[in-house]
């Protein structure tokens, strides 16, 4: 690890919805325009004076429409080196639970972030059959345990 590299507070949330039956559990991912980029679930950095818990509902508000989380639990944190951004991030992972009916949609996203303006395709889907983008996939079988 770089000690060098200052450090960014990043908020991640595995959204999940219970979808009964023989699917159960749906996971909330995103593809975004930008070639290269995968399928992700929403995340961001987390403001100053923010914790980390307030922060992962503004990302998911802004990056997928979803407002209303009915639960929000705090599943690991940890710190991981982005090489390419030259940067250590303190990683906080959420679970949030949701009442979501729409199986898929397109959001424009909004706030002040590099993303603002471009349109994410949203949907659920199986999480043990999703292969997420770079670092984003690290927690996510707490949520399926």
Not at 54 to 61: D, G, N, Q, S, T
Request: charged share 30%; net charge negative.
């Amino acid at each position: 690890m770089n000690p060098a590299y200052p450090t960014v507070e990043k908020a991640y949330a595995y959204v999940t919805r219970d979808a009964g039956g023989y699917t159960g559990l749906e996971l909330l991912v995103f593809e975004q325009p930008t070639p290269g980029t995968g399928v992700q679930v929403p995340k961001g950095t987390v403001d100053e004076g923010e914790a980390p818990a307030e922060a992962v509902v503004r990302e998911l508000e802004e990056e997928t429409g979803i407002d209303e989380p009915t639960e929000v639990t705090h599943l690991a944190s940890d710190r991981w080196v982005h090489d390419r951004r030259r940067a250590i991030y303190r990683r906080h992972f959420f679970h949030v639970l949701v009442d979501e009916p729409r199986d898929a949609w397109d959001h424009v996203v909004t706030g002040a972030g590099e993303d603002d303006g471009m349109v994410f395709s949203c949907y659920f889907t199986c999480p043990r059959s999703v292969a997420l983008s770079r670092d984003m996939g690290d927690y996510v079988h707490t949520v399926l345990e």
